[in-house]
């Protein structure tokens, strides 16, 4: 059989990160897995971190760097140059889980829709320290966000032909918004069974996470029924007092 090697577009957001960029970068181009197209996407930085990305030059194909409005409009810069078959945005800080996490991924299943797996949490030391509250579903399909984002951003792949630029409505929940969309049109949608990304605790989201809320709140309404998403948010908000009381504290 025809071992399935298609390309993918991993696209990196960051700004004035010097201390996690490197992270990154290094668990992109360690892969084992050859057919990879490596886009970041820097927002003018002046902290070091261009110094840092210039080390790796000969691993990257495109580097965009200059002042934007939003990691939306950063990550839709990223996505406008892409040219692989999927697109897995990993950003800043996060990192693939494992050297033959690429390989793993697309020997997974041939030629499917969306790729997902699961993310381990790491913190600002790198230390493992668990996993995400919400676990990836065995089955995945657009209706699975309803109550909560159970499958990570940087842990999703996904044809690049179902996607469309990120809706910047959104400041910080744009990313649900946006797999619901590709979600929408797949077919074919594969979980491979395995951790593919370690995903840095914090970030904008958390620490704007009332807004945040709001966001995926409007956002789960759309697309599920004012009616259910009420519902739906009950049960969100009764699995959060059953982990706070079990873990005593919570995990996106």
Known sequence: MTKFTPKVSIITIVFNNARDIEFTIKSVISQSYSNVEYIIVDGASTDGTLAIIDRYTAHIDTLISEKDEGIYDAMNKGLAVATGDYVLFLNSGDELYAADT??????????????????RLVDEERYEIGDRRHKAPRNFNWRSFKYGMNVCHQAIYIKRSLTAPYDRTYQLSADIDWIIRASKKAQKIVNVHAYVAKYLVGGMSQKRHKQSLRERYQIFKKYYGAIPNLINHGIIALRLISHRIKHGKTRD
């Open 102 to 119: 690429l390989e793993r991924v697309f020997s997974a299943e041939i030629d499917a829709d969306i790729y997902y797996g699961e993310t």
